[in-house]
Nanobody, 112 residues
Framework: QVQLVESGGGLVQPGGSLRLSCAASGFAFSTYAMNWARQAPGKGLEWVAEIDSRAMSTAYAGSVKGRFTISRDNANYTLSLQMNNLKPEDTAVYYC?????RGKGTLVTVSS
């Protein structure tokens, strides 16, 4: 069965950086596009970034473009999200997703 396990969240000051990771298993990871989404407190789920199966193409939400970088390691079934210049409005639970299937998420809190 599909398993997606996110890690790397935490508390960071505005302007700081974090790198999220997602360990995938139970499916042919290298054949699927993957994405990250987030849910801020009291708000709906927001798509953040996507990468195609071979890491040839990426796309970002306007709110994170230029600050976040999505990447993947197909050999190790790992999806990553490098987040730089973090802002308080980036505070959310971040989910690794295969389509709309997602893990339990990892909490990112941006606060001074």
């Amino acid at each position: 069965q599909v398993q997606l396990v996110e890690s790397g969240g935490g508390l960071v000051q505005p302007g700081g950086s974090l790198r999220l990771s997602c360990a995938a298993s139970g499916f042919a990871f290298s054949t699927y596009a993957m994405n990250w989404a987030r849910q801020a407190p009291g708000k709906g789920l927001e798509w953040v970034a996507e990468i195609d199966s071979r890491a040839m193409s990426t796309a970002y939400a306007g709110s994170v473009k230029g600050r976040f970088t999505i990447s993947r390691d197909n050999a190790n079934y790992t999806l990553s999200l490098q987040m730089n210049n973090l802002k308080p409005e980036d505070t959310a639970v971040y989910y690794c997703r295969k389509g709309t299937q997602r893990g339990k998420g990892t909490l990112v809190t941006v606060s001074s």
